[in-house]
């Protein structure tokens, strides 16, 4: 049995398009229905103003699968410590013997859902999308954006957060990307100089109108992770021209079409295209240039299985982390 | 960040009376109200006749809280390994830190379940209960035998099995408690003479029916902890006197309850009174020596988070296992 620290895995894993195929293969079994992938389970402190998720999924044919604890307690940065933690656990598929436990303190789930929104981006936006609009300004949104630049050549960014002193620091602390960064004053504004637009914020209430959408945008959505958050008006989902869930059966619950199945907007028997299905046959997903496609985003045991595999077969490999 | 093999853990963990009021004040907290347990996760391989669950309980006023993730691997012992294995993670409820990974490898499972039926018998068997009939001879059964002699005098045992040779062979191994030990020739003959009845089968089909029992017998039924698993006839559930769940919400779905509810023998409105609210309040459990009483163990998310704190501070202050 290995432990790998993040120390170790951050050697060897980092935000790159090695991870892409890797991440795309795990939407594709889910889409084909290769994979055993339970509920979402939440602990909820509201006390501590914290939660756990535990999120797994087993892959027909790999021959080890992951379970994941992710942490968000939201009041740690008041204590100097990170809001996110946790760890993958991977097991043997034949017999349930762990392999490995990895202390990845949050790390692999923010990079596999870095590599979910380039992945998005990559299928769903108009390949000569040269502008992308970030909302928020978290660890999230920095990695949203350095995938971004994997999949599309971005020349101009623009910013919106709640936090007007949070955005400019999130500007300089891009100054390396000698692109051209812009804090936007509203998401109004930032909607309309946009082509791609990722939100990545904890809000409860939307920040974005249809209206405001230029026609050809792409809005990959991958704050709302949980029943009560929201980040596109409702409209937005029955409006669009193709909208895209990384799991319908969780975004039902949890993402953006929640809000949408709530306000009778869409009916929940509707059934919609998924990102793997999307990855197998792209004509699915946008048909014309003037096309407002969405991508919902809310994460998946899939992908967590993916990286956790990917992270040890390479740290063994290397000899990393320390055996038990 | 403190990691602990088994080989730690049974130095200081082992299932004697110290760990009853443990256990008892976890029941007590799920029966008050004050945890915050999900729903079990679980992910099925039925490819290779396999099983993760996942439980997790955080209790209000504790400092810390378990995550646990169980497996069991049927087909494992013709590979020469344990069918039972897992880790339990104990997170600080403050701040969503991991203090310790807990490679148990299933023994802290084993013994926080042989500890429920321990409080099961002392609560609700007739205080001079000697005879015990264990049905099943795997691991959990002989860990049930030993739990109950921390409770009650037992001066006779009774044995079935399904498998013949696995009761002959529980029997050799037991011989070391120098208590009178005999093999029943079935389940019906072994209700006749056993004053308490343990269950412990994975068996899909009713191993007890209502006739067979004697007045006064106390029942624990714990091997089933799946939608299919069934071990007493649910007949027994609607006519015994006293019935008893460890988490009334866990039994309608996994226990013996969930078949008496599906056969329209119990209305799923019924309100019964938990383990928790026994160990409060024993008037509430058995009312006269007649009584036929059944306690219906699924496992709980709380008696993980209670063994695994226990653990890992005891660990702790003897300077065990692997700082990280």
């Not at 080890?64 to 990170?82: E, T, V, Y």
């Not at 960064?181 to 109108?209: F, G, R, W, Y």
Request: charged share 25%; glycine share 6%; net charge neutral.
């Amino acid at each position: 049995m290995l432990i790998l620290k993040k120390k170790d895995i951050i050697q060897y894993v980092t935000l790159n398009e090695v991870l892409i195929p890797i991440i795309e293969e795990a939407f594709i079994s889910l889409s084909k229905g290769k994979t055993v992938m339970p509920p979402i389970m939440r602990i909820d402190i509201e006390k501590y103003h914290g939660e756990s998720d535990v999120k797994a999924a087993y892959v027909e044919g790999l021959d080890s699968f992951a379970i994941k604890i992710a942490s968000g307690f939201f009041d740690n940065p008041k204590l100097g410590l990170p809001s996110s933690n946790g760890l993958m656990v991977l097991l043997d598929s034949e017999t349930g013997v762990i392999k490995s436990v990895l202390l990845d303190e949050g790390y692999l789930t923010d990079t596999r859902t870095a590599i979910a929104g380039a992945i998005a981006s990559k299928y769903l936006s108009n390949q000569d999308s040269n502008t992308v609009g970030i909302i928020g300004a978290g660890i999230q949104a920095r990695l949203q954006l350095k995938a971004i630049l994997l999949v599309r050549k971005i020349n101009k960014i623009n910013i919106w957060a709640r936090d007007q002193v949070k955005a400019t620091q999130f500007v300089d602390s891009l100054k390396d990307l000698k692109i051209e960064i812009n804090i936007s004053q509203s998401c109004k504004d930032l909607a309309s100089v946009s082509d791609i637009i990722i939100t990545t914020t904890p809000s409860k209430k939307p920040l974005l109108e249809f209206d405001w959408i230029k026609k050809g945008t792409h809005i990959t959505a991958m704050g709302s992770d949980a029943e009560q958050k929201n980040e596109l008006h409702p409209n937005i989902i029955k409006l669009c021209d193709t909208y895209v869930p990384d799991s319908q059966h969780q975004t039902t619950i949890l993402g953006e079409l929640n809000h949408a199945i709530k306000e009778n907007l869409i009916s929940p028997n509707d059934k919609f295209n998924d990102l793997g299905s999307i990855i197998i046959d792209p004509s699915l997903g946008r048909k014309n240039k003037e096309d407002i496609t969405i991508c919902d985003l809310t994460g998946t045991g899939v992908q967590d299985t993916a990286i956790a595999r990917y992270t040890y077969n390479i740290c063994k490999k290397n000899n990393l982390g320390i055996k038990i």
